[in-house]
């Protein structure tokens, strides 16, 4: 603790990032801890097994998955359907998400108004992105696989070419190599925000250091994806934006307090679950990506009480969507390649994502 010019007794940057730790480590232990209370199955490292969760309630698996015993190939009968005009959003969601209007897609498939997709259905589709989930309330599809530590601010990111399929480890390393890159420019412009806007310089200085971690992790992510013969496609800072004070909240609540954050836990359960010789780099990555997402926290503490009563209304109408897509994201299974690295399989993202959402809502001034 340190001492400040005013007398008051406060904790440095350093603690304030151990503290944030402690909280989001917390988080992980005990979500997957009330998960295993419940009777849940909790996989040890390794484990490919992951049972897929039926979003729609019409028994497709939430990754699109054929039943179990379902041949693999698709029969000439359900010809593939390329639904890219019912594409709305690319990358809504840390840059991992990609949108559908669902009515768009029932017409491509030639489904009635208010049809669910079957699994089958689900197979049929080309998207930019998969797996997919069906979110019936708001009328989307969502496709991807969510990368950890993946940018807090991708707007200001142009990456080049399409995205690595992510359901191989290869090209797990490749996207989260890109987007860790992406960070970088991320954070710098985060930092530029927090001057235009009269932040304390803790919160610069916290948000610069960012920047540079992030730089070690697009490096250590690059050289596993070259080891294993693929070459991260490039990114680069797209022209600043000079945000307002709102848009700035906005977007540090959608991708840092939430998008950001469950990434930050992906990585911690990653850090103790990947197999031996992957444990170290997540582990790593972990420390420094829930000090990521503290800063985001603190953030929007300084900045939620500049707004008014309004902008803070609305934010949380943002809130609100942003933890929707979270958890929609999360329930689906991720590739079985990945279990080397310790993603966590569905159940426990779920739980993960649940217990993240819950901490949102009951903060003060958030929920």
């Not at 300084?302 to 609100?320: K, Q, Y």
Request: net charge negative.
């Amino acid at each position: 603790m340190v001492v400040g010019s005013d007398g008051i007794l406060r904790y440095d940057d350093g603690m304030r990032r151990q503290a944030w730790g402690r909280v989001f480590r917390g988080m992980v232990a005990s979500a997957t801890a009330g998960l295993s209370a419940c009777g849940g199955q909790i996989g040890a490292p390794g484990d490919a097994s992951v049972d897929a969760r039926d979003v729609d309630g019409d028994g497709a698996s939430a990754d699109g998955s054929a039943d179990a015993g379902a041949d693999a190939g698709m029969d000439a009968a359900f010809p593939l359907v390329n639904v890219s005009e019912c594409q709305t959003e690319k990358g809504s969601f840390c840059s991992a998400l990609s949108v559908y209007d669902l009515a768009c897609v029932r017409t491509k498939l030639g489904l009635p108004d208010g049809a669910s997709l079957s699994a089958d259905d689900l197979k049929r589709l080309v998207t930019d992105l998969v797996p997919c989930s069906v979110d019936l309330p708001t009328e989307r599809l969502l496709c991807g696989q969510l990368c950890p530590g993946g940018p807090g601010r991708p707007a200001h990111v142009v990456f080049e070419g399409e995205p690595h399929d992510m359901s191989t480890l290869a090209g797990f390393f490749a996207e989260c190599a890109a987007r860790e890159a992406g960070s970088v420019f991320g954070f710098e412009q985060v930092a530029r925000d927090l001057v235009a806007h009269g932040a304390p310089e803790r919160l610069i200085a916290w948000a610069q250091r960012s920047a540079r971690e992030e730089v070690r992790h697009a490096i250590e992510m690059r050289a596993e994806a070259r080891h294993r013969g693929i070459e991260p496609r490039a990114c680069h800072e797209a022209p600043p934006i000079q945000e307002s004070l709102f848009e700035f909240a906005r977007a540090n609540l959608a991708e840092g307090c939430v998008a950001e954050t469950y990434s930050a836990l992906q990585l911690v359960w990653m850090g103790d679950h990947a197999a031996a010789e992957h444990r170290a780099l997540f582990a790593r990555t972990a420390d420094d990506e829930v000090a990521h997402a503290g800063l985001a926290y603190e953030i929007h503490e300084w900045v939620a009480a500049r707004l008014s009563e309004e902008e803070r209304g609305a934010l949380r109408e943002v809130l609100h969507r942003a933890l929707r897509e979270m958890v929609v994201a999360a329930s689906m299974p991720p590739p079985s390649a990945l279990a080397e690295i310790g993603m966590p399989p569905a159940e426990v993202a779920e739980a993960i994502a649940l217990r993240l959402a819950g901490h949102l809502l009951d903060h003060p001034g958030l929920g």
